[in-house]
């Protein structure tokens, strides 16, 4: 398009002179009587054509004098600047306009809408952005669970865990260290009747869902990773509705309040499954392949997978992106584990054929935020580290997990140095 234009303005130009003075010569009288303060108003391009037309209509005309010869001659230069400077003006326009085509602009885009461009500052003072927006919350979503929340929540956020029957013993030590912690903000969502009159009678807050919704259905009828698949789509409601939530499965003793240790940073800030600080934070994994002589050393990046059973999720679009990809991902591929599938959409680059998530991530403190393997392998038998009090411990590396639990209430409540020894650092099978 701006090719096209410029193309047909060179034309003009050249023959600039020439139609200059003719054009000059024979129309000098008609524009001394229909346009006596001159014609170049607003739109040059059309005063081109205006000329023109007026050319034929009048015909030649008798007074022509050298001054308006020289007036006329003026005002068509003037006519030239003015559609040199909006042929600039087109080309600028339609470069924003390509720009904006391409679809790589969507950064350019948020900055028009959220704020001014920056310069770049001096080096070692530049950080770019972690912290997302907060979505608009969207009471329509579920307008129950809203009023619940503005009861129990503290600062729009709480700790949310979801229960059967099933686990009603772990959910009774659960919630007593949450009491016992001083925590006030948290839900229990019950998945039968059972547990609703349980927590109830417990003084429990709790969250059933309405029997009629798609959602509960699965939770009804749906085999096992349906199930898993659930706890996504309900954390979605909250997040919509403005709250932030730290998940929290039920096997996990609270032993301080794990607000005051969050740094709400990131859009999803998890405890690890790792267990030192190369696999809790990351590390340089070096691949070593003899055949490849002098290049025989890969470096790979490697890091322990986030414990999706317990993780601090604010509302915003990569946190909701993520709920709905592996909510998606769990209903498709029904053979998958949720918490391999929640790493794998969190840490997945962007590649052909593959739009990665981009959400912002942050790895809890793993003395802090501490795995059951943690515990038992390294903290028991280390003075110093034992002296520690975590705010939570997750009992996620053990199937007898109800015991282990009490011994860690045991060890870290009632001060007993002995509670965690008869265990094994690992599972007896
Ligand atoms: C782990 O990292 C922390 C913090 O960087 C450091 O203080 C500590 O000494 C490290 N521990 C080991 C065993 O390297």
Known sequence: MAVLRREKGQSLQGSRIAVAILIGILLGCVFAVFYPHGFFSSNPTGSHRRIAS??????????ESPERI???KSDIVLISEKNAELKKQVRELNEKLQLAEQGQDHA??????LGKQQKAGPFGTVKGLRTNPTVVPDESVNVR????LEEVAVHKELIVALANSNVKTMLEVWFANIKKAGIRNYLVVALDDHIVDFCKSNDVPVYKRDPDSGIDSVARTGGNHAVSGLKFRILREFLQLGYSVLLSDVDIIYLQNPFDHLYRDSDVESMSDGHDNMTAYGFDDVFNEPAMGWARYAHTMRIWVYNSGFF???????????LDRVAGRLSREP???DQA???EELFSPSHPGYDGLHAAKRTMDMFLFMNSKVLFKTVRKDPALKTLKPVIVHVNYHPDKLRRMQAVVEFYVNGKQDALDPFPDGSDW
């Open 108 to 113: 350019q885009k948020q900055v028009l809408l």
């Open 145 to 148: 669970l809203a009023k619940l």
């Open 312 to 322: 601090y999720i604010r509302p915003t679009l990569p946190s909701i992106e993520l």
């Open 54 to 63: 007026s050319n034929l209509q009048t015909g030649l005309s008798s007074c």
């Open 341 to 343: 599938v929640f790493n």
């Open 70 to 72: 020289k007036m006329v």
């Open 335 to 337: 053979n998958s584990w």
